[in-house]
């Protein structure tokens, strides 16, 4: 069965400092890689999508970046956190498009 | 989709039955999803509907989809203390008949909460 890894599950730093959240998913192939941003009170906002190694869709500019470097790894990154970047971050995986979303456990990121 | 929208809380008492409403805007969105949020954890697909379907029903959940309204609804029946989360309603992103991978567009989440 297919399974997917989020951590750190949580994470307190700095403003400025930087920032790599890292995800990983078991059990299938050539994935559709997706990380959301989850405000407090608020619903999901899509931040990146993935359809292959090395191919990084992004929904909204912003301070954060993400990077693929293999199939089943999918990376969230900052060179210099901001205080707006707190949240809860999720991945999720897809085996196509049109199919549903599954997603890890989250981190939950807080900045000083 | 654009805008998913759903109420923010809903009360039940123990043993009657939920019902979590939503409206959606993309007429064209191929599934539709529930998802379910437990405090401090990741979302869990609860259930999903084809558009092309009225009604799909597991166990103590019943799907209702109404797509002249634009409205998806998620009954649960006896509801019961292991309900209490955060629902959210999530619809694809863009049209996928225009290729890419965009997605979920989610609602703010409905929080049920459940009475003794």
């Known amino acids: 069965s297919q399974t997917i890894h989020q951590w750190p599950a949580t994470l307190v730093q700095p403003v400025g400092s930087p920032l790599s959240l890292e995800c990983t998913v078991e059990?299938?192939?050539?994935?559709?890689l997706y990380w959301y941003r989850q405000a407090a009170g608020r619903g999901l906002q899509l931040l990146f999508y993935s359809v292959g190694i090395g191919q990084i869709s992004s929904e909204v500019p912003q301070n954060l970046s993400a990077s693929r470097p293999q199939d089943r790894q999918f990376i969230l990154s900052s060179k210099k956190l901001l205080l707006s970047d707190s949240g809860f971050y999720l991945c999720a995986w897809s085996v196509h498009r049109d199919q549903p979303q599954h997603f890890g456990d989250g981190t939950r990121l807080s900045i000083l | 989709g654009e805008d998913v929208e759903q109420s923010l809380f809903l009360s039940v008492r123990e043993g009657d039955s939920s019902v979590i409403n939503c409206t959606y805007t993309d007429s064209s969105s191929t599934y539709l999803y529930w998802y379910k949020q437990e405090p401090g954890a990741g979302l869990q697909l609860l259930t999903y509907i084809f558009s092309n379907m009225d009604m799909k029903q597991d166990q103590r959940l019943t799907v209702l989809l109404n797509k002249k309204d634009k409205h998806l609804s998620l009954r649960i029946a006896d509801t019961q203390t292991g309900d209490s989360a955060i629902y959210f309603c999530?619809?694809?992103?863009?049209?996928?008949?225009?290729?890419?991978?965009?997605?979920?567009?989610f609602g703010k989440g409905t929080h049920l909460i459940i009475q003794p």
């Open positions: 059990g299938t192939s050539n994935p559709n």
């Open positions: 999530a619809e694809p992103a863009a049209d996928y008949s225009g290729g890419g991978a965009d997605g979920l567009t």
